[in-house]
Nanobody, 126 residues
Framework: QVQLVDSGGGLVQAGGSLRLSCAAS????????MGWFRQAPGKEREFVAA????????DYADSVQGRFTISRDNAKNTVYLQMNSLKPEDTAVYYC???????????????????WGQGTQVTVSS
Protein backbone atom coordinates (compact mmCIF):
# COMPACT_ATOMS: atom_id res chain seq x y z
CA GLN A 1 0.00 0.00 0.00
CA VAL A 2 0.96 3.63 -0.36
CA GLN A 3 -0.34 6.75 1.38
CA LEU A 4 -0.39 10.02 -0.52
CA VAL A 5 -0.39 13.57 0.84
CA ASP A 6 -1.09 16.43 -1.56
CA SER A 7 0.11 19.98 -0.96
CA GLY A 8 0.93 23.24 -2.70
CA GLY A 9 -2.48 24.55 -3.63
CA GLY A 10 -3.57 28.13 -3.11
CA LEU A 11 -5.02 31.27 -4.61
CA VAL A 12 -3.30 32.71 -7.67
CA GLN A 13 -4.16 35.27 -10.32
CA ALA A 14 -4.76 34.24 -13.90
CA GLY A 15 -1.45 33.83 -15.70
CA GLY A 16 0.33 32.84 -12.53
CA SER A 17 2.00 29.59 -11.51
CA LEU A 18 1.78 27.00 -8.75
CA ARG A 19 3.62 23.78 -8.06
CA LEU A 20 1.74 20.94 -6.44
CA SER A 21 3.52 18.17 -4.58
CA CYS A 22 2.40 14.71 -3.60
CA ALA A 23 4.46 12.89 -1.00
CA ALA A 24 4.14 9.13 -0.80
CA SER A 25 4.85 6.86 2.12
CA UNK A 26 6.44 3.48 1.82
CA UNK A 27 9.49 2.05 0.13
CA UNK A 28 7.84 1.03 -3.13
CA UNK A 29 6.99 4.43 -4.62
CA UNK A 30 8.83 3.59 -7.83
CA UNK A 31 6.47 0.65 -8.33
CA UNK A 32 3.56 2.99 -8.97
CA UNK A 33 2.69 5.08 -11.96
CA MET A 34 1.26 8.38 -10.78
CA GLY A 35 -1.45 10.72 -11.95
CA TRP A 36 -3.00 14.06 -11.16
CA PHE A 37 -6.73 14.61 -11.39
CA ARG A 38 -8.97 17.56 -10.57
CA GLN A 39 -12.57 18.11 -9.63
CA ALA A 40 -14.45 21.37 -9.85
CA PRO A 41 -17.73 21.95 -7.98
CA GLY A 42 -20.59 20.16 -9.68
CA LYS A 43 -18.31 18.38 -12.12
CA GLU A 44 -16.85 14.93 -12.38
CA ARG A 45 -13.25 14.20 -11.50
CA GLU A 46 -11.13 14.62 -14.61
CA PHE A 47 -7.68 13.52 -15.70
CA VAL A 48 -4.92 16.12 -15.75
CA ALA A 49 -1.60 14.32 -16.19
CA ALA A 50 0.16 11.02 -15.59
CA UNK A 51 3.71 9.77 -15.38
CA UNK A 52 5.19 6.30 -15.64
CA UNK A 53 7.07 4.54 -12.86
CA UNK A 54 10.47 5.63 -14.15
CA UNK A 55 9.32 9.09 -15.19
CA UNK A 56 10.23 8.41 -18.78
CA UNK A 57 6.69 8.59 -20.12
CA UNK A 58 4.11 11.31 -19.48
CA ASP A 59 0.59 12.03 -20.64
CA TYR A 60 -1.54 15.18 -20.43
CA ALA A 61 -5.10 16.26 -20.92
CA ASP A 62 -5.52 18.50 -23.95
CA SER A 63 -6.70 21.32 -21.71
CA VAL A 64 -3.36 21.53 -19.86
CA GLN A 65 -0.91 20.41 -22.56
CA GLY A 66 1.90 22.92 -22.85
CA ARG A 67 1.03 24.64 -19.57
CA PHE A 68 1.40 21.90 -16.94
CA THR A 69 4.35 19.57 -16.36
CA ILE A 70 4.28 16.41 -14.31
CA SER A 71 7.51 15.05 -12.85
CA ARG A 72 8.66 12.71 -10.11
CA ASP A 73 11.63 12.19 -7.84
CA ASN A 74 11.71 8.54 -6.81
CA ALA A 75 14.50 9.21 -4.31
CA LYS A 76 12.18 11.63 -2.49
CA ASN A 77 8.99 9.59 -3.01
CA THR A 78 7.37 12.67 -4.51
CA VAL A 79 5.47 13.57 -7.65
CA TYR A 80 5.02 17.17 -8.77
CA LEU A 81 2.68 19.13 -10.98
CA GLN A 82 4.09 22.42 -12.21
CA MET A 83 1.22 24.61 -13.39
CA ASN A 84 1.97 27.68 -15.48
CA SER A 85 -0.25 30.17 -17.29
CA LEU A 86 -3.11 29.31 -15.00
CA LYS A 87 -6.65 30.12 -16.06
CA PRO A 88 -9.82 30.56 -13.99
CA GLU A 89 -11.12 27.31 -15.48
CA ASP A 90 -8.24 25.49 -13.79
CA THR A 91 -9.90 26.16 -10.44
CA ALA A 92 -10.58 22.82 -8.74
CA VAL A 93 -9.47 20.47 -6.03
CA TYR A 94 -6.43 18.62 -7.32
CA TYR A 95 -5.72 15.02 -6.33
CA CYS A 96 -2.72 12.85 -6.90
CA UNK A 97 -3.24 9.15 -7.43
CA UNK A 98 -1.18 5.98 -7.71
CA UNK A 99 -1.72 2.95 -9.89
CA UNK A 100 0.00 -0.40 -10.27
CA UNK A 101 -0.85 -0.47 -13.98
CA UNK A 102 2.17 -0.97 -16.20
CA UNK A 103 0.71 0.34 -19.44
CA UNK A 104 2.16 3.45 -21.00
CA UNK A 105 0.58 5.87 -20.48
CA UNK A 106 -0.89 4.65 -17.18
CA UNK A 107 -4.45 5.69 -17.97
CA UNK A 108 -6.85 8.58 -17.77
CA UNK A 109 -9.80 7.06 -15.91
CA UNK A 110 -10.03 7.56 -12.14
CA UNK A 111 -11.11 3.94 -11.70
CA UNK A 112 -7.72 2.75 -12.93
CA UNK A 113 -5.98 4.28 -9.91
CA UNK A 114 -5.74 2.46 -6.60
CA UNK A 115 -4.70 5.10 -4.08
CA TRP A 116 -5.58 8.76 -3.70
CA GLY A 117 -4.37 11.83 -1.86
CA GLN A 118 -6.71 14.01 0.14
CA GLY A 119 -6.71 16.82 -2.41
CA THR A 120 -5.45 20.39 -2.46
CA GLN A 121 -7.51 23.40 -3.53
CA VAL A 122 -6.34 25.53 -6.44
CA THR A 123 -8.21 28.77 -7.07
CA VAL A 124 -7.38 30.99 -10.03
CA SER A 125 -8.86 34.48 -9.97
CA SER A 126 -9.55 36.46 -13.13
Amino acid sequence: QVQLVDSGGGLVQAGGSLRLSCAASGRTFSSYAMGWFRQAPGKEREFVAAISRSGGSTDYADSVQGRFTISRDNAKNTVYLQMNSLKPEDTAVYYCAATTRRTLPPGTLPGLYDYWGQGTQVTVSS
